[in-house]
């Protein structure tokens, strides 16, 4: 735990730089990965349920902050339900689909409509099941901003042609983040909207800087084709890092709870380093090495995540109890819409 | 004669985030009495001295909801209505559970190494042959039992192509006529297949058959063919795909291995780069399999209809000169690996062919 207090002389609450801390182990994850894929597999993915709550059980409770873990809550028996639920859907989806096209189509309008309802339940049953130092997360939108955001912003941003793109996607992170609560208080977003603009005009920018000298090149001097390839292929995926680091940074870097602000110092070279690592060693084992792989990540990203905490993180109460289904996070899954 | 246990660690009120030291202990004797000391609050305000002094209390055995172990992630033992315990020291909690007599197997398989290895190669040895034997089986199944309705909304395959890929016809009509002159008895032996003859300019030479029975051939295609029983052969040869429900088949194995994948890592995000590839290999390799199946069909329907078996490899190899030579785009030479081929190597497809004449042949002699 890298803990570096920086003291003030008066005596206001100081600021304190609290790391977040993965302490998972690829090797430790891999053994209970691939027992939770053999008895997913020898029960005819009865198991997944419980697989699935063992999974994120390792991933929350090795994730510290100021010395504490979180946890994760959810009971196998309740995603079991809804899994349950969700796959008769789809089954029923499916077969009314190429038996009555007509009633398929109905249904897909239907469904179409139910999703953001769906995607709201779905975060408020993970929020609700994180816990951090034995308080619970929360979550709760309107159907109308959930709406907004999964269709009307994303269509709003395609129709401008991607000039409304960044608007669509700070919409997202805000209603990701100020409707979600830890115990009984609210997060808060301060991004700004230019902040965003900057990130996709960045990518724009280097865009058409290298890509339209590269295809002049290819024009004048057609032998050079396979280099310009080896240039596009470099050009994407640096371009993909940038969007992964400037967009993981400027999401942590404006979400706020109280006077605790958060700040992420992601990097293209070292996210590279870890997408590399895991893309290589994923393929020559043939994808037994995804558990590993997922840890190699969060390890990384977490380590770049810092909490800027004003004095103590002590004085946050429990919210209400309330029930929340798995039905809506199993539909999500079943359906892929989830987040 | 067994000693008691002790285990420090933090206790949660689960009303507030505020952590105060704490330790659970189990007396020797009598067994069924667990104490929990937890230490006053030392950065406690005056108002809240009454929550933050030190306390104690006795629980039993059964007023603990102790999580599985995991890993080496801290234990954490509830109790009460939403208080917590946290701790470390799993090993003592273990210790503490096996006094009561129930430990969980989990943590066992998992840690253990031989366990662990048993399970990968029981593992790849499942997904290998669910993907080897029980995927295409599954899907012929399903493929044959499904009403030919179905593909019907699988949307008329032939007018986006014709949008995309292909342009009208070519050849001189006189020609397209011969050669429906020469299928129709063919076409009029499986009346069930309901395939249709079609004529497009475009993807180079090829014959291609679209799940609405529409086989298509292309210009370059009838002009490459020197014989018409070579055309018979690649004809037969697009039929056995209709005759085996290829197009079918293959939507449905891969929407079979998806939902494996799935199934398996029980992860949608993380899954997509990491078995992207493998995911590909496989449709290549199921692809190989149906052309394997579409040759054979192919040769044994030449052979009922006493057509020369040589005619299938000679027009075989001089598809493939052709597309070694370069066809249209000027790529000759580069060779794709076999295991990244969507087609078998024209060698072991020219070998298939002579193995079943010398079968033949046999069996009328």
Redesign the interface.
Known sequence: MEDTTTTTPTNAPQVRQLGFEFR??GT?????W?????L???TL?IY?AW??V??N??FY??LFLDG??F?YLADPMAIFKGRVIAIIALIIYSIVF?VF?PLGIALGIALFFAIPYFVNKSLAFNHRMSA????QFRFSASYGESFMVQYIWPLLGMLTLGILMPLALQKMHEYLVKNSSY?TTQFDYTANTKDYFFIVLTVLGVGLMLGLPTWGLIAAVPDLAPLAFLIGVLVYFGIILFVMSSLINLFYSNVVIQEHGFSAKVTMAELAAVLLA??FF??IT?????PA??VR?VRYISSRIVMDALG???????AEKENVSALGEEFG?VF?F?L | MSSSIKITGHYLDGKSAKRRAALLELDPEPFHHIGLTIEADVDSGEGTALQGAARSFTLSFDDLRIESRLGNTPREIGFGDEQLFVTDDNDAVDRLVARFGTTGWLHLLESKLSFVILAVVLTVALVGSFVHYGIPAGAKWAAEKLPVVTAEYLGDGLDILDKTVFDPSEIALSRQQEVRDLLEPYLQQYPELDAKINFRAGLEANALALPTGDIVFTDEFIRLVKHDDELVAVFFHELGHLHHRHMMRRVLQDSMITLLVIMVTGDVDTVDMVTGLPTLILDLAYSRAFEVEADAYALEKMHESGIELENFAVIMQRLEDYYYEGGDEGEGGFEIPAFLSTHPATEERVQLAQQLIERYRRTTH
């Open positions: 998972g182990d430790e994850y891999f053994k209970i691939i027992v939770n894929v053999l997913t597999i020898v993915g997944s697989a699935k063992r999974n059980r390792y409770s090795n504490s873990n946890r190429s096209p951090y130092k034995n308080i115990g895991n893309a994923s393929v043939l994808g037994l090495y995804a792989a997922k990540m103590s993180l002590d004085d946050f109460s429990a899954e892929d989830g």
